[in-house]
């Protein structure tokens, strides 16, 4: 099962950025590229690459 997105370790502004966008689950993360979630206001490369290293773990990604 995978985790849902409010229990990964990101930062409280990286989770209100996801959540303002309409983005609650790990595979809705794969509709957006690595550089849309970057864009979103709030997140930073630290949530990015915190986000990126729990899709692959999954076996997912970040849109091409």
Do not use: N
Not at 30 to 55: F, M, N, P, Q, T
């Amino acid at each position: 099962m995978l985790p849902e997105l409010k229990t990964i370790k990101i930062g409280e502004p990286a989770q209100r950025a996801l959540k303002t966008a309409g983005i609650d689950t790990l595979i809705q993360v794969c509709d957006y590229s690595e550089k849309d979630i970057l864009a979103l206001h709030g997140i930073g490369s630290k949530a990015v690459r915190i986000i990126k290293e729990l899709l692959e773990k999954e076996g997912l990604s970040f849109k091409k």
